[in-house]
């Protein structure tokens, strides 16, 4: 089993700012990959990025460029950088823990951008 616990969302204007952060504990050497993921009202949940147990990232297309995802393997810890942040990245986010075939979600942490 493995814990997802997200924090760090919140409130921001457009062109701002914010990281989230996503602390994972229990079996965490079966996890293959990490990442986030989106989910707006209305509208699927969407991959946002993933990064995988040796570093590969993979992005969203919307988001390149402006989003960054990092992990820090000594604190079991994944991090989302979001800058230059846009009304339509207003969302639940939500992390993602892979361990095949199971997928491991936390609760989701809001984001919305807005003026």
């Known amino acids: 089993q493995v814990q997802l616990v997200e924090s760090g969302g919140g409130l921001v204007q457009p062109g701002g700012s914010l990281r989230l952060s996503c602390a994972a504990s229990g079996s965490m050497f079966s996890i293959l990959r990490m990442g986030w993921y989106r989910q707006a009202p209305g509208k699927q949940r969407e991959m946002v990025a993933t990064i995988t147990r040796s570093g590969g990232t993979n992005y969203a297309d919307s988001v390149k460029g402006r989003f960054t995802i990092s992990r820090d393997n000594a604190k079991n810890t994944v991090y989302l950088q979001m800058n230059s942040l846009k009304p339509e990245d207003t969302a639940v986010y939500h992390c993602?823990?892979?361990?095949?075939?199971?997928?491991?979600w936390g609760q989701g942490t809001q984001v919305t951008v807005s003026s």
């Open positions: 993602n823990g892979y361990s095949y075939p199971t997928d491991y």
